[in-house]
């Protein structure tokens, strides 16, 4: 069976300069090991492929049961360069949980 993301969790975003960062949260704690198994960074750099042009690093945090990706190259330069309409990237959290799994 397939879900969307937006039905097991939830996502904050953030940015430094160039770099997003989103922090990925499941609503219940079991369906963290989900989130781990299927949502690689490869699987968001290929769902964000139009947005992120570097690389992205998975941290695993279990004792608060969340994933953090880290993207490079992914705000067209960052807030003081960019001419972006969201220039902080905090929309690209509601982009990722579009992403659709496997569970």
Not at 8 to 32: F, M, V, W
Not at 47 to 62: A, F, S
């Amino acid at each position: 069976m397939k879900k969307k993301l937006y039905e097991l969790a939830h996502c904050r975003a953030g940015d430094k300069g160039n770099t997003l960062i989103l922090s990925l949260i499941p609503y219940k704690e079991q369906d963290y090991d989900v989130l781990c198994e299927n949502v690689t960074p490869e699987a968001v750099k290929n769902h964000l492929k139009e947005i992120i042009k570097g690389d992205v690093i998975r941290y695993e945090l279990p004792n608060i049961s969340a994933l953090q990706f880290v993207c490079y190259n992914a705000l067209l330069g960052g807030v003081t360069t960019s001419l972006n309409i969201d220039t902080h990237g905090k929309s690209l959290s509601y982009a990722l949980l579009e992403l659709e799994i496997e569970i």
